[in-house]
């Protein structure tokens, strides 16, 4: 058994079945790596490709019949991963990964002295209430939700993580700037700036998901 990823029954007879509509099939393999995170967990990717360009360091097993590779990065974030395939809602492919992102790597846009404060200071406490009690409220109805990260109590910032509807949003920059920045500054005069570390760029992929 490959100790990095297994695959359920289930699972590894969809990914057989899409393996045989690939030419020299023999030669592929299934990678799956890490490509980011999003909502606290990690992101996916799942594709074929030979099993001879398995990069250097990768880790390279076989669960029955089906060859898998893991890049060197994601060995340990994907450590002890089960693949299933997910009848309900159409059907899918879902990766059950035990590991969760350190919260360094969760937040990269905020410095790691910083995330270590959390948001237990004066003004972050004042900051959490500002937004659960006026800014959630408000963006709820489109799906959209604003939680404190970080606030950096000596020079005054407030980092902001936006999710459901706000996330990856073509408004999520106004809806910061003309509602929640606003709203904190109007509510919090002291503080100096707020900064976005929400990954815009993460989307939903449409052959599987992630659950934790």
């Excluded at 004042?126 to 404190?148: K, Y």
């Amino acid at each position: 058994m490959f100790e990095v990823l297994t695959l359920t029954d289930a699972a590894r007879d969809v990914v057989l079945d899409a393996l045989r509509a690939e030419d020299r099939s023999d030669e592929l393999a299934l990678y799956v790596e890490v490509t980011g995170t999003r909502a606290g967990g990690y992101t996916y990717d799942l594709y074929f490709s030979e099993i001879a360009s398995a990069p250097e360091g990768a880790a390279v097993g076989r669960d029955g019949d089906v060859t898998i590779v893991v890049p060197a990065r994601s060995i340990d974030r994907l450590r002890g991963s089960r693949l299933e395939f997910a009848a309900d809602g159409g059907g899918g492919l879902v990766l059950v990964n035990p590991n969760l992102p350190p919260v360094a790597e969760l937040y990269p846009g905020v410095p790691a002295d910083i995330l270590a404060l959390g948001t237990d200071g004066p003004l972050g406490r004042r900051a959490v209430a500002v937004l659960d009690q006026s800014i959630n409220p408000s963006i709820a109805a489109h799906g959209g939700v604003a939680d404190l990260v970080a606030l950096d109590e000596d020079r005054r910032i407030a980092y902001i993580l936006m999710g459901g509807g706000c996330q990856g949003c073509s408004l999520s920059r106004m809806t910061l700037s003309q509602g929640i920045e606003k709203e904190l500054h109007s509510a919090i005069p002291e503080l100096e700036a707020v900064v976005d570390v929400t990954d815009h760029a993460s989307g939903e992929n449409p052959f599987y998901h992630d659950d934790h």
